[in-house]
């Protein structure tokens, strides 16, 4: 199967496979995100042996799935391990009859899900890389997990055995608008940009659903196949999402729940208060542990640089299934057919169009000519909150600009009437006069199909349109 985009990561992945050195390789992401996907089919003529995790399962059955996968990829009985410090010693021996001068790949995903609490595992793997596969030029050890933020506390940022034994680092992203496009065109799926876009804003780019979007059909179908149909595929994504990445879920559940409200995001006390909680260090982790996952993101208001942090749900399947699925009581398989033209449906697509443009501020960038530029990313609310205004997408550029976005999203061009155009200009010098900057400020309009005809651009500097984000 064809691999699409992950250009930089294939480098990497060759880079690892042709150096002259051992390598200990950490890859992490977003679950169904297609970590594993991608490093089988890179890697595929090297790996000489690989083990995933089991989740919620005994030490002894996942001792016994390593000398399953070991007796597989050796040929022979291999006695039963003791304990994980046993399993690395009968890899070793197996490893050390290997002839080929070849780089040789020990894959092992879900990584967390082996080294569980008192189970031994983290150490045992210390020891064999720091005893026998550091001393090996033709080592490649891979290490592979969901839960981003166990990685990098316990492997990466390790202060134990494991201490800066990574040789590289890879964070797999989601498909960009522009890889969910040629993944389509890959498996012949003929949709257009806004039927594309459309589907982002509920999927995200996670290649494991778009996996299942068929032939023939359009996105409103796809979504309810998937979503509302009696065995749709994704109806019980979201327990099994968290249950998956988190020990504990409740706390990341309930931060999640409550960010989910606001369209803007909370500061950590107005989420401690929508939870009625007090920030206790296991919630406070929990909320790291969401961000660094990508479920999470933190960013600032321009006008704060400490007071200012706030956090916002930017997992796209998430913030469909709290605004349109968690609360349903009704079983209606045509569901999101019917929404189609609804109000509440209008209000969806503009509020998940402006996650879509956050997520895609590199092809912002390339459209305004400022891919090189030195940038900063923040969003502004107005002191005063009547009548109050914000701006959810600020550019401030090192060149002595700054672009204030506007995102509309509408079936049709959008007509920029000259009381809207009014409204944009004292909106601009509302967020001149609150900030005191002395910098040029561009009102930048990104809409889904462009401007109308006629439309009045007194106050507009620039534009993107979606195709700009593919």
Not at 77 to 106: H, N, T
Not at 284 to 290: D, G, I, P, R, S
Not at 317 to 330: A, D, G, M
Request: with cysteine; proline share 3%; glycine share 6%.
């Amino acid at each position: 199967m064809r691999i699409i985009g992950r250009d930089a990561e294939k480098e990497m992945l060759n880079q690892c496979l042709h150096s002259k050195r051992p390598e200990f390789l950490a890859v992490y992401g977003r679950r169904r995100v297609g970590k594993t996907f991608l490093i089988r089919e890179c890697c595929s003529k090297h790996i000489v042996f690989s083990i995933s995790g089991a989740v919620n399962i005994p030490l002894k059955r996942q001792l016994n799935n390593f000398m399953e996968a070991l007796e597989e990829y050796s040929g022979m009985r291999i006695e039963p391990a003791k304990d994980w410090f046993d399993a690395f010693r009968l890899l070793r021996q197996y490893l050390k009859g290997l002839v080929s001068k070849e780089k040789k790949v020990v894959f092992i995903d879900e990584l967390p899900w082996l080294a569980t609490q008192k189970s031994g595992f983290l150490p045992a793997l210390d020891h064999f890389w720091n005893t026998y596969a550091s001393t090996r030029e033709d080592m490649l050890l891979i290490i592979c997990g969901s839960a981003t933020s166990w990685i990098i506390d316990n492997v990466i940022n390790d202060r134990g055995g494991l201490h800066n034994r990574v040789t590289k680092q890879m964070w797999i992203e989601p498909f960009s608008l522009g890889e969910c496009e040629a993944f389509y065109k890959n498996n012949e799926i003929e949709l257009n940009r806004n039927q594309i876009a459309e589907l982002y804003m509920i999927f995200g780019g996670i290649p494991y659903y778009m996996n299942y979007v068929e032939k023939g059909m359009s996105p409103e179908q796809i979504v309810d196949r998937m979503f509302f149909e009696k065995n749709a595929p994704l109806k019980n994504e979201f327990e099994n999402l968290y249950a998956a990445l988190f020990k504990n879920a409740n706390h990341h559940l309930r931060i999640i729940e409550s960010l989910g409200k606001s369209q803007s995001g909370m500061t950590q006390k107005e989420l401690w208060d929508d939870m009625g909680a007090l920030p206790g260090g296991s919630l406070v982790k929990a909320l790291n542990e969401l961000e660094l996952c990508g479920f999470v993101r933190r960013y600032r208001d321009f006008t704060k640089k400490k007071s200012g942090q706030y956090y916002q749900v930017i997992d796209f399947f998430t913030i469909f299934y709290l605004k349109h699925i968690k609360n349903r009581v009704e079983q209606d398989i045509d569901y999101w057919q019917n929404q189609s033209s609804s109000g509440s449906r209008n209000a969806w697509n503009g509020f998940a169009f402006e996650r879509l443009c956050a997520a895609h501020i590199k092809q912002i960038k390339q459209k305004l000519g400022i891919a090189g530029v030195t940038t900063e990313i923040s969003a502004w609310r107005s002191k005063y909150p009547t009548p109050g205004v914000q701006i959810d997408l600020v550019i401030n550029r090192n060149d002595g600009i700054i672009n204030l976005c506007e995102m509309k999203y509408t079936g049709k061009p959008f007509k920029l009437d000259a009381a809207y155009d009014l409204a944009l200009m004292q909106k601009r010098e509302t967020f001149r006069e609150e900030t005191a900057t002395k910098k040029a400020l561009h009102i930048t309009m990104t809409t889904s199909n462009g401007l109308a005809a006629g439309s009045y651009l007194g106050t507009v500097q620039t534009q993107v349109i979606l195709d700009d984000l593919f």
